[in-house]
């Protein structure tokens, strides 16, 4: 069953979760002003898999059960599967700017992968238990939260070291009819209206820390569960011309003695597969960020070029207006291009399904992380000062000012002045006020640190290659046995870019731009 958004906002009312925003419980999720933006960011994600222009980009067949499914809570085939996702969360967050649903195929995809690396090497059942679970969520279109950052702690401590061991989500105690979990997880993205959380581990872990190598699903209101988060968005603010609308929350999800059933345990002490869990969904998510930042991206652009004419000027006839927008469009259209790059290149894993190129994920992702700021500088460049100097909303009512502050803030005649305020409030929520801060250092730090993205590129690119290039062209003699095999972004094996064929599975050549494309 693909849902709507009012069908989503209905179905929040058959759980009962123990739920705090800003020191007040909330009684009814649904019915939240508080929590309304979320909502309706999330709503957009199950609407536009109604919409007939849309429905190939935001819904799927997946491939273990035949059955149609909202993108959002898909399992990627292929490169086009990787390239409609893209596609998928960049149009829902161009509309909604953080669609947020997104981590849910994320999670979905790392799972699926780690689960049937540890069935291999374990001789578990996983990846069954797994696939049982998927398949009901994607048949009731369930949104669930990932919670994957734990508090932490001592961050010099590693987790069985930590004075207070609910530090981190870990296994307290284990059961015939289940575990017994316990910990925090921090930076649960819309904790509040999720219908269940994937809690999974948020990094490497020893033998020694095993417990705290964890992959489940749990119910929001499961008993023990406590979620404490912020508002969404700038819910009943006259000048949130954007986030009064569309938000996002984010909260502290609390596990005090929590019963998960066998059934619902995907991972529980395998370290190394648990370790390989967290590295593929970050390459996973980090790649998916690319088109929701891209999206938001859009909504910088729209509104600076709006703003340029309100202020009665015009990009073509002036070089530095021009150059700023070209600027702000070769940012957002660079970073996606990295995403674009990452499908194409994609490599199939052992599980069937196909992990996008890590190198150009995590330098997509490190690109939007690092030029957001430069993003919301660029947006007020050709914007002017208006967006900050402007009189507060009030004014625009005040029989004593309105008046004057038309006939003096106005600019072009052909635009009226309440035109010109309505995108200048705009241009300010999405990039001065507090939640645009807020979004700034989710975009820097959502998806793991840059530290941990700059990591992960230089693990993996092929430094030696080059230097072993410069050494052949300098005649040091290289000796090259044809053993070598290039870790270049977009190759896999010596030959070029093909999916290795692995066993039990089809290979599948990774699809060429135009072939993706279509």
């Known amino acids: 069953m693909l849902m709507t958004a009012a069908d989503y906002r209905e179905s929040l009312r058959a759980y009962k979760p123990r739920v705090f925003v800003e020191g007040e419980r909330i009684e009814s999720v649904a019915d939240s002003a508080v929590l309304r933006p979320g909502i309706n960011a999330i709503g957009v994600t199950y609407d536009l898999a109604h919409v007939a222009e849309h429905a190939e980009v935001m819904t799927a067949r997946q491939h273990t059960s035949g059955r149609i499914v909202n993108r959002m809570v898909h399992?990627?085939?292929?490169?086009?599967?990787?390239?409609?996702?893209?596609?998928a969360v960049r149009l829902a967050c161009k509309i909604s700017g953080c669609a947020q649903r997104y981590l849910t195929h994320d999670a979905f995809c790392g799972i699926f992968q780690a689960t049937r690396l540890a069935d291999d090497v374990h001789g578990t059942d996983y990846h069954q238990r797994f696939l049982a679970y998927m398949h009901d969520a994607q048949d009731r279109d369930l949104t669930l939260g990932v919670a994957m950052t734990d508090a932490k702690g001592d961050r010099s401590k590693r987790p069985g070291q930590q004075e207070n061991r609910d530090a981190y989500v870990h296994i307290k105690e284990r059961r015939k009819d289940g575990i017994v979990i316990s910990g925090a997880k921090a930076i649960v993205t819309g904790a509040p209206y999720m219908h269940e959380f994937l809690v999974m581990p948020c990094r490497t872990h020893t033998k020694e820390d095993a417990d705290f190598a964890v992959c489940c699903a749990v119910p929001v209101d499961a008993d023990g569960v406590t979620i404490v988060a912020r508002k969404a968005g700038r819910p009943g603010e006259p000048a949130a011309k954007f986030s009064g609308k569309y938000g996002q929350s984010t909260g502290v999800v609390l596990f005090e003695d929590v019963l998960v059933p066998w059934e619902r345990v995907f991972m529980a002490g395998e370290t190394e597969e648990a370790?390989?869990?967290?590295?593929?969904?970050?390459?996973h998510h980090r790649q998916t960020c690319i088109g929701a930042r891209a999206g938001f991206g859009d909504l910088l652009i729209g509104a600076g070029a709006l703003m340029i004419e309100a202020n009665g000027l015009d990009a073509d006839k002036h070089g530095h207006i021009r150059e700023e927008m070209v600027e702000?469009?070769?940012?957002v259209e660079g970073f996606y291009a990295c995403g674009i790059a990452a499908s194409v290149h994609a490599t199939r894993e052992a599980a069937g399904n196909v992990m996008p190129d890590v190198v150009f994920s995590n330098i997509g992702k490190l690109l939007l992380a690092t030029q957001i700021y430069d993003m919301h500088r660029l947006a007020h460049t050709v914007s002017g000062g208006l967006i900050v100097t402007l009189p507060g909303p009030a004014e625009d009512h005040n029989p004593e000012t309105a008046g004057s502050l038309a006939a003096v803030l106005g600019a072009r005649a052909d635009i009226p002045y309440a035109s010109r305020m309505e995108v200048a409030r705009f241009v300010e929520d999405l990039t001065v006020s507090d939640q645009a801060g807020w979004y700034s250092v989710i975009s820097l730090h959502g998806g793991g640190s840059p530290e941990a993205m700059k990591r992960e590129i230089w693990r993996n690119y092929p430094v030696v290659e080059k230097v072993e290039l410069v050494e052949a062209l300098l005649e040091r003699g290289v000796l090259d046995d044809g053993r070598r095999v290039s870790k270049q972004p977009g190759r896999c094996c010596v030959s070029g870019c093909t999916v290795r064929d692995l066993p039990g599975v089809e290979a599948k050549p990774t699809l060429a731009v135009s072939e993706a494309a279509e």
Not at 75 to 87: F, I, P, T
Not at 275 to 283: I, V
Not at 328 to 331: P, S
Request: net charge negative; proline share 0%.
């Open 75 to 87: 399992v990627d085939r292929d490169s086009s599967d990787l390239l409609a996702k893209l596609e």
């Open 328 to 331: 702000l469009i070769k940012i």
């Open 275 to 283: 370790g390989h869990l967290t590295t593929s969904y970050a390459t």
